[in-house]
T-cell receptor, first 115, second 114 residues
C-alpha cells in the first residue's frame, strides 16, 4: 500500500491556459474523490467516481472542469481556460477495498497557482 | 458549501493538557468523521462515528455525537507537540450514500506548546 499519489505537486500557470492533474488511488480502492481547498478553509467536494462511473459532480465544477477515470484506475482532473480564482490546492482521495471502509485516504495534493 | 462550523477556530494549549474541539452541522447525516491536516502529512483520517452511535474512542481520541443538536466533539487527551495541526470534521449526508462525498467544516487550528 503506497498511498494515494498526485502529480504534479505544484503547478504554476498563466491565466487562460489549460492544466491537467493526475491522481493514482490506493490500488484496491474502487472509489475516488476530488476536492479543492483554499487557504483557511476545509476541502470542498468537486466530484466522485465509483470504478469508472462519475456518480456525483458539485455545482463548483463548472464546464471548464472535467474529470475522468478511465478503466477505474487513475483519474485526471482538467481545468480549461484557467482563472485566478482557480488557484487552490486540489486534493484527491480514495476509499473502498475489501473492507469497504468509509474513511477516505487523501493524497498530498496539487497546488495550483494561476498568475 | 461548508456543512457547518467548528469551534474554536484556534486553540493553544500546553503539552499534557486536553484539547476539545466542537463541530456543528446542518443536515441529517450517515456518519461523521474527523481528519487532521498538517504540512508534513496532508489530510489524515482519525476516527469515524456513525449516526446511530453516541461515543467512540481510539487511543487518545474520544468523539461524541449528538444528532439531536447536530453536533460533535473531539477530545484529545494528554496532548503532544506532534498533535499540532488543523482538525476538520466531515459528514456524509443522510440523503446520499454513506460512501459518498464528505462535507467539511472550516477546521480548528490546534497548537500544542512543548
Amino acid at each position: 500500500d503506497t498511498g494515494v499519489s498526485q502529480n504534479p505537486r505544484h503547478k504554476i500557470t498563466k491565466r487562460g491556459q489549460n492544466v491537467t492533474f493526475r491522481c493514482d488511488p490506493i490500488s484496491e480502492h474502487n472509489r475516488l474523490y476530488w476536492y479543492r481547498q483554499t487557504l483557511g478553509q476545509g476541502p470542498e467536494f468537486l466530484t466522485y467516481f465509483q470504478n469508472e462511473a462519475q456518480l456525483e459532480k458539485s455545482r463548483l465544477l463548472s464546464d471548464r472542469f472535467s474529470a475522468e477515470r478511465p478503466k477505474g484506475s487513475f483519474s485526471t482532473l482538467e481545468i480549461q481556460r484557467t482563472e485566478q480564482g482557480d488557484s487552490a490546492m486540489y486534493l484527491c482521495a480514495s476509499s473502498g477495498g475489501l473492507a469497504g471502509g468509509r474513511e477516505q485516504y487523501f493524497g498530498p495534493g496539487t497546488r495550483l497557482t494561476v498568475t | 458549501s461548508q456543512q457547518g462550523e467548528e469551534d474554536p477556530q484556534a486553540l493553544s494549549i500546553q503539552e499534557g493538557e486536553n484539547a476539545t474541539m466542537n463541530c456543528s452541522y446542518k443536515t441529517s447525516i450517515n456518519n461523521l468523521q474527523w481528519y487532521r491536516q498538517n504540512s508534513g502529512r496532508g489530510l489524515v483520517h482519525l476516527i469515524l462515528i456513525r449516526s446511530n452511535e453516541r461515543e467512540k474512542h481510539s487511543g487518545r481520541l474520544r468523539v461524541t455525537l449528538d444528532t439531536s443538536k447536530k453536533s460533535s466533539s473531539l477530545l484529545i487527551t494528554a496532548s503532544r507537540a506532534a498533535d499540532t495541526a488543523s482538525y476538520f470534521c466531515a459528514t456524509t449526508n443522510a440523503g446520499g450514500t454513506s460512501y459518498g462525498k464528505l462535507t467539511f467544516g472550516q477546521g480548528t487550528i490546534l497548537t500544542v506548546h512543548p
